[in-house]
């Protein structure tokens, strides 16, 4: 089964066609982040203007370049949600014209499971796992027991982990998105620890995050050592990561599994990535990353998270829309 699968809920305007949920036929992405950089973030009107300059280029695009036509898809995929309204409206309008047109049938996919659908590309996923969702506009930590049978086992309680990472970008005077500034300059950082940022704590058996203390941290760290912004860069990356892990390894002790996914687009952190799968090593748990490419928003988790939610009976009507906000909790069928 061959599915479209159309992503506009942020900055990207992206679309790919991936077979069974599993192998990728063609994929194309157009981001407004270099213009949105002019603004140090995202500007939701903005981004919503340009979805509406680059989907149908996208779509047009991707089915030409692959030798495609409406014969080869059998259903349109979309992020319904959650993301910036506007952006959302985009996606999801293009994405019912052409079920419409087509005569195809229409899947409303969940933005951050299509972050986790992406590791469908890589292999199979296996089941149960945990999952640590880490993104611009959502960190959550996820037990993932089947396709469609999730429990959502914390989430942020303020700022995102990418967010963290933009907003401490946008302090040094680095460009959006923040993240891969950040670790470019906290790679050229010594390896000794010069300076150390706070981690929240929350109360006890909390598997919750915070991260808008770090950032505050953060700026004061700065202001006092405008000199060291290498080792500064270093600290925010460690204090990121170090939340992250942490509540990791505390979900472990409740949820031992074999198997442990990130997602999202601060996957495709090194430090992270690195810390994972160092902490996976000692556990004898198999940690398993995205490609980068596919830890930031595009079409192929979109088409691969429609794909399963297809398969368990799931279709979008042409009188729904956009939602927004939408609980990661709610795409489960057993109710976690
Ligand atoms: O998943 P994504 O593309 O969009 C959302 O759904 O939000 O994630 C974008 C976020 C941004 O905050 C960006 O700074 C962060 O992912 N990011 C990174 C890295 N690459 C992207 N954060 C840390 N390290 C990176 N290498
Ligand atoms: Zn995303």
């Known amino acids: 089964m ?3 699968g159309i992503e506009s809920s942020c900055d990207d305007t992206a679309g790919a066609v991936v077979e069974d949920g599993r192998q990728l036929i063609v994929a194309e992405r157009l981001s407004s982040s270099s213009l949105q ?3 140090g973030g995202i500007v939701p009107e903005v981004a ?6 680059a989907v149908l280029p996208v779509v047009a695009g991707l089915m030409e370049s692959a030798k495609l036509d409406q014969s080869d898809i059998d259903a349109v995929a979309v992020t319904q949600g ?5 952006a959302l409206l985009v996606g999801v309008t293009f994405a019912k014209a052409l079920a419409l047109a087509w005569h195809k049938p229409l899947i409303g996919v969940h933005h951050l499971e299509a972050h986790m659908y992406v590791n469908a590309l890589v292999e199979p996923i296996q089941f149960p796992a945990l999952v640590l969702v880490v993104s611009g506009g959502h960190t959550s930590l996820v037990y993932w027991r089947d396709h469609g049978d999730l429990t959502v086992l914390g989430s942020t309680r303020d700022d995102a982990a990418g967010e963290a990472f933009d907003k401490g970008a946008r302090i040094l005077g680095l460009s ?9 300059l906290a790679a050229t950082a010594p390896s000794e620890v010069l300076f150390s940022l706070p981690v929240a704590r929350l109360e006890a058996g909390s598997l919750d995050f915070s991260f808008s203390g770090v950032k505050t941290a953060f700026s004061a760290l700065v202001k006092a050592h405008s000199e060291a912004r290498a080792e500064c860069a270093k600290a925010l990356e460690d204090a990121i990561v170090e939340a992250l892990c942490r509540n990791l390894n505390m979900a472990y002790e409740h949820y031992p599994v074999h198997q ?3 997602a999202g687009g601060v996957a495709a952190n090194t ?3 690195e810390r994972v799968r160092e902490w996976g090593r000692c556990h004898g748990v198999a940690v398993h990353v995205p490609p980068r490419e596919y830890c930031t928003d595009n079409g192929a988790m979109v088409a691969a998270a429609g794909y399963y939610r297809y398969r368990l009976g799931y279709a979008m009507s042409m009188a729904d829309g956009p939602l927004t906000p939408w609980p990661l909790q709610n795409v489960s069928i057993k109710g976690g």
């Open 82 to 86: 959650p993301g910036l309204i506007g």
């Open 271 to 273: 430090r992270l990535q």
């Open 260 to 262: 442990v996914y990130l």
């Open 48 to 53: 919503a203007r340009e979805h509406t300059l």
């Open 37 to 39: 950089r002019r603004f």
């Open 176 to 184: 959006y998105p923040g993240g891969p500034e950040i670790e470019k």
């Open 2 to 4: 061959r599915i479209l």
